[in-house]
């Protein structure tokens, strides 16, 4: 069975400071896909990257930075010089490429709620 | 383009009633999800098509079952509902096998 744990339910941050959002993960497969989504109060789930469990290389889009590490099992997502914008639940989940999964049946964490203030 | 939409965006239903909620996914995309989101929790996954074939199912009751079209579109339904039911349910569509999939904004269900 596969989980997915986002231990940090809440933070709070002042404007420019950087965050980093845990995610930690178990599969006992060894291909697998790690995403991470961000949903604003207007409910819909926004992609922000998808991960194969072949590539550890570190990731950077513009402020966002995403460090994965297998041997941790931990995908963890860093904001740098956050804004009020930012502000939303971000979510990690977790596929695994079984035979027949034609899509991306999705295991979700609890989701951790960013809350920035200016 | 359009994305993938979801209708409709709100419904209120009693308990005992039955429901179904609709998905358009993105043009060319051929693999629907169904999920659950329950108020302050992460998404849980219902169903999968592909194909118009079911592809996946989470761990809910029969009461819940869905179906894909010739068109790629979807529809999903829930029977004899209850007051836990009441949730934002989330249809995503994606154009290829564990390729990012993208969510519509939701249908929020109430139960009352």
């Known amino acids: 069975a596969q989980k997915v744990t986002q231990a940090q339910t809440e933070i709070s941050v002042v404007e420019k400071e950087d965050v980093t959002l845990d995610c930690v993960y178990e599969t006992r497969d060894t291909t697998y896909y790690l995403f991470w989504y961000k949903q604003p109060p207007s409910g819909e789930l926004v992609f922000l990257i998808r991960?194969?469990?072949?590539?550890?290389q570190n990731e950077i889009s513009g402020r966002y930075s995403w460090n994965f590490q297998k041997s941790t099992s931990s995908f963890n997502f860093t904001i740098t010089a956050s804004q009020v914008v930012d502000s939303a639940v971000y979510f990690c989940?977790?596929?695994?490429?079984?035979?027949?999964?034609?899509?991306?049946?999705?295991?979700f964490g609890g989701g951790t709620r960013l809350m920035v203030k200016p | 383009d359009a994305g993938v939409t979801q209708s409709p965006t709100h419904l209120i239903k009693t308990r005992g009633q039955q429901v179904t909620l609709r998905c358009s996914p993105i043009s060319g995309h051929k693999s629907v999800s169904w999920y659950q989101q329950v108020l302050g929790q992460g998404p849980q996954f219902i169903f999968q098509y592909y194909e118009k074939e079911e592809r996946g199912r989470g761990n809910f009751p029969d009461r819940f079952s869905a179906r894909q079209f010739p068109n790629y579109s979807s529809e999903l339904n829930v029977n004899a509902l209850l007051l836990g039911d009441s949730a934002l349910y989330l249809c995503?569509?994606?154009?290829?096998?564990?390729?990012?999939?993208?969510f519509g904004q939701g249908t929020r269900l109430t139960v009352v």
């Open positions: 995503a569509s994606s154009l290829l096998q564990n390729t990012e999939a993208f």
């Open positions: 991960r194969n469990s072949f590539d550890e």
């Open positions: 989940a977790l596929s695994e490429a079984v035979r027949g999964n034609a899509g991306n049946m999705l295991t």
